[in-house]
Nanobody, 126 residues
Framework: QVQLVESGGGLVQPGESLRLSCAAS????????MAWFRQAQGQEREFVAA????????YYADSVKGRFAISRDNAKNTLYLQMNSLKPEDTAVYYC???????????????????WGQGTQVTVSS
């Protein structure tokens, strides 16, 4: 049974940091491209960051480049998202997702992913 369980969300003030984790089980984590997406209330789910299976290729949305860092620990079957300099517009439910594809044009698309976590809420507000 495939499971992706996110944790680490919460309420923070602008400029602060959070680290999200995604614990994976039920599939061979090291053979999957992993990603973070987010969905703000009333908006479509959007790509945040992705990392290919060996960690050698990493991709970010322009809106988070330079502030967020995605990483993975294949020995622990865990995906991370370090979020620094958080802004109110980063407020959303954050989801981790898994796919076997490594095609660059597909990695940023939500419909390329077939395993999803339940999401963790991140709220940035003063």
């Amino acid at each position: 049974q495939v499971q992706l369980v996110e944790s680490g969300g919460g309420l923070v003030q602008p400029g602060e940091s959070l680290r999200l984790s995604c614990a994976a089980s039920g599939f061979t984590f090291s053979t999957y491209t992993m990603a973070w997406f987010r969905q703000a209330q009333g908006q479509e789910r959007e790509f945040v960051a992705a990392v290919r299976r060996n960690g050698g290729y990493i991709y970010y949305a322009d809106s988070v480049k330079g502030r967020f860092a995605i990483s993975r620990d294949n020995a622990k079957n865990t995906l991370y998202l370090q979020m620094n300099s958080l802004k109110p517009e980063d407020t959303a439910v954050y989801y981790c997702a898994a796919t076997r594809t490594e095609i660059l044009s597909s990695i940023r698309r939500a419909d390329a992913y077939y395993h999803w976590g339940q999401g963790t809420q991140v709220t940035v507000s003063s």
